[in-house]
């Protein structure tokens, strides 16, 4: 444990900021599985729109806040997108 004033202050704000991202990443990850669960029905192509516009959202929304690299979001939503369009 630290001793410095500071250092506990910076243990308290990455505790903090870590349990944000975690959110932030788990709502990503939700996005993505409900629109790969939507690709593999592939009952509605509307709903496979639907989902991809959203995981692509939640995406660009983690990369706002800092969560994840902008290049990484950038690969996942290519990649799905290229399953959207393999699907159609």
């Known amino acids: ?8 202050k910076r243990t308290v704000l990455s505790e903090v ?5 975690r959110t932030i ?7 993505v ?3 790969e669960r939507a690709v ?10 639907a989902t991809f ?3 692509s959202r939640q995406l660009d929304r983690a ?3 800092g969560v ?5 979001a950038a690969r996942k939503k290519s990649r799905l997108a290229k399953k959207l369009t393999l699907q159609a």
């Not at 994840?68 to 990484?72: D, P, S």
Request: aromatic share 2%.
């Open 1 to 8: 444990m630290a001793n410095i004033k500071s250092a506990k």
């Open 33 to 35: 599985r409900r629109f």
């Open 53 to 55: 516009r959203e995981a």
């Open 63 to 65: 990369v706002t806040r």
């Open 40 to 49: 593999a029905n592939s009952d509605a192509a509307a709903d496979s729109v």
């Open 68 to 72: 994840i690299h902008r290049n990484a």
């Open 25 to 31: 990443r788990s709502t990503v990850h939700t996005a």
């Open 17 to 21: 900021r870590r349990l944000r991202n």
